[in-house]
């Protein structure tokens, strides 16, 4: 990609702010209770699922079959954890560097979008004061199918009238990278290389990094 990209579209948890460790946090207690192990390995292939395929996974673990009353418990017990932590979050909580990033974008006319899976994206973004950032977000209140599906970034682009080929997508996980590059997208990981292989690229922080940087390594 030489030219600047039509649109960029941005997952939250663990690229504009850190509450992945909030979701670990949350979901060890959970299987701490079940008495399931449940260590960082396993976490980083929850990242980027949604809150049932996150059960599911750690229910598969501790080979446990419950009934839907029972899960749909526990997932608000993890829920409650979580926003107990979200609860308090301020803008001091947003990634350094990522906000210069979107509005570097955005003064140079690069459409921004949300691609997340987490139904509790609106409150963060809300907390951190940044919802204005975004033409679109959508969000795990308003698609179907989780990442690695590329559902939730295929939804972005075509609210922000971008064809894949020309959307960059920013993502910290495994299932989120697998889904952009899915839809056909070029995909910046946040995170380790070695973790996010399929990534075109990858980046350990948005410090210093611009849209200059961004069309140098991808093209
Ligand atoms: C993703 C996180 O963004 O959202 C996952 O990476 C999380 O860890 C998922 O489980 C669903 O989040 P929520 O807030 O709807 O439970
Ligand atoms: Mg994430």
């Given at each position: 990609?030489?030219?600047?990209?039509?649109?960029?579209?941005?997952?939250?948890?663990?690229?504009?702010?850190?509450?992945?460790?909030?979701?670990?946090?949350?979901?060890?207690?959970?299987?701490?209770?079940?008495?399931?192990?449940?260590?960082?390995?396993?976490?980083?292939?929850?990242?980027?699922?949604?809150?049932?395929?996150?059960?599911?996974?750690?229910?598969?673990?501790?080979?446990?079959?419950?009934?839907?009353?029972?899960?749909v418990?526990?997932?608000?017990?993890?829920?409650?954890?979580?926003?107990?932590?979200?609860?308090t979050?301020?803008?001091?909580?947003?990634?350094?560097?990522?906000?210069?990033?979107?509005?570097?974008?955005r003064?140079?006319?690069?459409?921004?979008?949300?691609?997340?899976?987490?139904?509790?994206?609106?409150?963060?973004?809300?907390?951190?004061?940044?919802?204005?950032?975004?033409?679109?977000?959508?969000?795990?209140?308003?698609?179907?199918?989780s990442?690695?599906?590329?559902?939730?970034?295929?939804?972005?682009?075509?609210?922000?009238?971008?064809?894949?080929?020309?959307?960059?997508?920013?993502?910290?996980?495994?299932?989120?990278?697998?889904?952009?590059?899915?839809?056909?997208?070029?995909?910046?990981?946040?995170?380790?290389?070695?973790?996010?292989?399929?990534?075109?690229?990858?980046?350990?922080?948005?410090?210093?990094?611009?849209?200059?940087?961004?069309?140098?390594r991808l093209s």
């Amino acid at each position: 990609m030489s030219d600047k990209p039509q649109a960029c579209i941005f997952d939250l948890d663990g690229v504009i702010v850190d509450t992945a460790r909030y979701h670990f946090s949350a979901w060890s207690e959970l299987a701490n209770e079940l008495v399931i192990p449940f260590n960082e390995e396993d976490n980083e292939q929850l990242k980027g699922l949604s809150r049932i395929d996150s059960l599911e996974f750690i229910l598969r673990k501790g080979s446990l079959v419950l009934d839907n009353h029972t899960k749909v418990r526990l997932m608000d017990r993890k829920n409650d954890r979580y926003l107990s932590h979200v609860k308090t979050m301020t803008p001091a909580e947003l990634f350094p560097g990522v906000l210069e990033f979107i509005d570097e974008l955005r003064a140079e006319g690069v459409r921004i979008g949300l691609g997340s899976s987490s139904r509790n994206a609106p409150l963060i973004l809300d907390l951190c004061c940044i919802t204005d950032r975004f033409e679109t977000v959508v969000d795990g209140n308003s698609i179907t199918l989780s990442k690695p599906d590329p559902e939730v970034f295929l939804t972005g682009a075509q609210a922000l009238g971008a064809q894949p080929e020309n959307t960059v997508v920013f993502e910290d996980a495994v299932s989120g990278v697998k889904a952009g590059k899915a839809g056909g997208f070029r995909v910046v990981g946040v995170g380790s290389p070695e973790v996010l292989s399929e990534a075109d690229f990858t980046i350990s922080s948005f410090e210093g990094f611009s849209l200059q940087e961004l069309l140098s390594r991808l093209s």
